[in-house]
């Protein structure tokens, strides 16, 4: 879940922001997304595996997981880091219900990339299918 974030480029920005940071700081320049739990099934996710941000009860974007590693966070608290590949990559709008840690897509339930969809076909530009799916239109 990407709480506080109104869109997905609300999303790049603050992405954007903490790798400034960062560099700024003089550590090294890594898109790091902290979460309390380690998935499961990490050697899976790390051979081509996505975080699919859902962003206001819909996912629309994924990212890649190129590593994950244990830290410490807040108090000694051990907690996983996800280092993501900067790229967001737009998919096919899905609505999803509220959830609570690790949740797998098998390849046939991802949601498509826009980009295979925008190829196939498709008559409506996307950003209206977007926005009729927001809706509940489509």
């Known amino acids: 879940m990407s709480v506080g974030v109104e869109d997905i480029h609300h999303l790049e920005r603050k992405q954007e922001q903490r790798l400034s940071d960062s560099k700024i700081r003089g550590e090294n320049s890594e898109l790091i997304h902290i979460t309390r739990n380690t998935p499961r099934r990490a050697t899976e996710v790390l051979q081509g595996g996505s975080i699919y941000w859902v962003i206001k ?68 530009p996307i950003e209206l299918v977007e926005t009729l799916k927001v809706l509940g239109l489509l």
């Open 57 to 124: 009860r819909f996912i629309q974007v994924r990212q890649l997981i190129i590593d994950i590693r244990q830290v410490e966070e807040y108090k000694g608290r051990k907690s996983c880091a996800l280092i993501l590949k900067p790229e967001l990559i737009r998919t096919e709008i899905k609505r999803i219900r509220a959830f609570q840690g690790w949740r797998y897509f098998s390849v046939d339930d991802a949601p498509e990339d826009l980009s295979a969809l925008m190829t196939s076909g498709g008559d409506a």
